[in-house]
């Protein structure tokens, strides 16, 4: 990647400002996608880790509110970015593994409901 391509981090956690310092990157203190200053050519880092703490302390309710608003503030916004040509976007699960993103209506995949053992038999 070339030197001028990275952008910066973006998001108002502990963990970017700290990814921002340790590789001497400028940081985006934001809270919401729309917030952002993005230039063409540039790739952004967004750090999301609000469903980390609600995740292993067990907290399911205060889970659940962090994804809607990770999905309304982020999620969305990318979402419609995307659709209108503005930009890509790829996800890193931070196992090396690069998710790269279509526009879908499926965009809300976590809100599917599970096929119960009945229905998965009936496919079967």
């Not at 502990?14 to 917030?35: G, I, K, R």
């Not at 230039?39 to 703490?53: F, M, P």
């Not at 699960?93 to 409901?113: E, I, N, S, V, Y």
Request: net charge negative; proline share 5%.
């Amino acid at each position: 990647m070339p030197a001028n391509a990275f952008g910066s981090f973006i998001g108002k956690t502990l963990t970017s400002q700290v990814m921002a310092l340790a590789s001497n990157t400028p940081h985006q203190a934001l809270t919401t996608l729309s917030e952002a200053s993005l230039e063409t050519g540039k790739t952004y880092a967004l750090v999301l880790d609000a469903l980390h703490v609600p995740s292993v302390s067990d907290d399911m309710q205060s889970w659940q509110q962090a994804l809607d608003l990770i999905e309304q503030h982020w999620f969305a916004p990318a979402l419609a970015g995307m659709q209108s040509g503005k930009f890509t976007v790829s996800l890193t699960a931070c196992d090396g593994r690069t998710l790269h993103c279509q526009p879908m209506p499926a965009w809300k995949f976590w809100q599917t409901r599970s096929a119960t053992w009945e229905q998965l038999r009936e496919r079967g």
